[in-house]
């Protein structure tokens, strides 16, 4: 990811406590399971953003 150097990407579960950090966004909607909604007012993009 050095062409976006502020983006982390973290697997789910790695984190042992909370990392003051929040989602601004939802990205790849085009490949969320089909039963997965989204619950708050972020943005969605069906891609990674440019």
Known sequence: M???P???V????????DPKV???RHIWMSHRAPWYEVLD?????????A
């Open 2 to 4: 050095a062409a976006k």
């Open 6 to 8: 502020d983006i982390v």
């Open 10 to 17: 973290l697997g789910m579960g790695t984190l042992d406590e």
């Open 22 to 24: 929040r989602p601004i």
């Open 41 to 49: 007012d972020l943005p969605t993009h069906d891609e990674m953003p």
